[in-house]
């Protein structure tokens, strides 16, 4: 399973240089089902993962010139926000469980993948083709409000938002999606390092296994940042499109499956 484990870590960095997203939301379920972690453990595993891989990807994107800075920092900073308030506050102040009749115990972490899924799918509906000129001015105070949010989802799930950064990047900033992509790794990276360093003690982490995984993750990022160069704006923006929709749709129906088999482990209900 290790072996497997580090094939899907592979396709995940792969993931998340080629299309600036997606790649976050599916290191959990790797953490968890091939490298055998607690749901919360890989929780935090995965920002660390994610984060620093991220953090490789946006250093190749600056060196290329496509980075938006400015629209990354106006972007970054109220996530950074939601980032704190969910995982400092809201993560302790939430139950662990919600008992929703008497044989029905939905665990927290379920009722948030099931908002995380839909998110995605509205995300992936909306986003535009080309964006039009009102948007290409920039509205820096629509950003608010969805940077917020991601912030928040990084804090709750581990997963770095950039199925929902590269939307509203697009549709607020009107960035071509390349620009977009790296200036999500960028907004990525600083979500999640915030997350794990807020996340807990350090002292009984497993390094030689996050290490292992993030050697092989940058590996894939490298390899999809390859593969980014040589595809064209409409066919990635339609690829990122379509992982959006699959992976939300697939999160969703796991998540109801789950809840309507009247599991009696909350653990079961959580991924």
């Not at 409409?234 to 969703?252: A, D, E, P, Q, Y």
Request: glycine share 10%; net charge positive; charged share 10%.
């Amino acid at each position: 399973m290790i072996i497997i484990g580090y094939f899907f870590s592979f396709l995940m960095g792969t993931v998340l240089g080629l299309i600036g997203g997606g790649g976050s939301i599916l290191t959990v379920p790797i953490l968890i089902y091939l490298f055998n972690f607690e749901p919360l453990l890989a929780t935090h595993l995965s920002l660390f993962i994610v984060g620093v891989t991220a953090s490789v990807g946006m250093l190749f994107g600056i060196k290329q010139k496509q980075v938006d800075t400015k629209a990354a920092y106006t972007f970054a900073i109220p996530s950074a926000v939601g980032v704190y308030v969910s995982r400092h506050w809201i993560l302790s102040w939430l139950p662990d469980s919600f008992h929703l009749s008497e044989n029905l115990i939905v665990s927290k972490a379920a009722l948030i993948l099931i908002a995380f899924s839909i998110l995605m799918i509205f995300s992936s509906i909306q986003l535009k083709l080309t964006p039009n000129e009102d948007q290409t001015k920039r509205s820096w105070n629509r950003l608010i409000i969805p940077s917020l949010g991601v912030g928040c989802l990084t804090g709750f799930v581990g997963a770095g938002g950039g199925f929902l950064i590269i939307p509203a990047l697009i549709t607020f900033f009107g960035l071509p999606i390349k620009i977009a992509v790296s200036t999500s790794l960028l907004i990525i990276s600083f979500n999640s390092i915030l997350g794990f360093l807020i996340g807990g003690s350090f002292d009984q982490l497993p390094w030689n296994s996050m290490l292992s995984i993030l050697i092989i993750s940058i590996t894939g990022l490298l390899t999809g940042r390859a593969l980014q160069q040589k595809v064209n704006e409409k066919t990635l923006k339609n690829t990122f499109r379509g992982f959006v929709l699959v992976l939300g749709l697939f999160i969703l129906i796991q998540q109801v499956l789950r809840i309507a088999n009247f599991s009696d482990s909350i653990e079961s209900l959580i991924f």
